[in-house]
């Protein structure tokens, strides 16, 4: 079984930078991709992006897309998604899931699932 773990939430300002971290552990990621999803008071989980394991191909959400950034360190088995010119809408818990693809897991299909790192963003 996969455990997930996110790190690195906070309080910043409006266009500020933040990078948040996921550590995989329980299996050795040799194919499949990881994603990023938040949620926010009183709204629908949206996909924020995603990255495959070995090509590194990554995908994002258009609300995000030009500002945040996703890279893996496969090494460690983790991915990071890095936050910049943060705006107080991308205030939210952000949570990370594994997945069989980038496609699978824009559709919002995924394996495992991160309990979240909450992320607010002050105007």
């Known amino acids: 079984q996969v455990q997930l773990v996110e790190s690195g939430g906070g309080l910043v300002q409006a266009g500020d930078s933040l990078r948040v971290s996921c550590v995989a552990s329980?299996?050795?990621?040799?194919?499949?991709?990881m994603g990023w999803f938040r949620q926010a008071p009183g709204k629908e989980r949206e996909f924020v992006g995603a990255i495959n394991w070995v090509s590194g191909y990554s995908t994002y959400g258009d609300s995000v897309k030009g500002r945040f950034t996703i890279s893996r360190e496969n090494a460690k088995s983790t991915v990071y998604l890095q936050m910049n010119s943060l705006k107080p809408e991308d205030t939210a818990v952000y949570h990370c899931?594994?997945?069989?693809?980038?496609?699978?897991?824009?559709?919002?299909?995924?394996?495992?699932w991160g309990r979240g790192t909450q992320v607010t963003v002050s105007s």
């Open positions: 329980g299996r050795t990621f040799r194919d499949g991709a």
């Open positions: 899931a594994s997945g069989a693809s980038t496609a699978t897991l824009r559709l919002g299909t995924f394996g495992s």
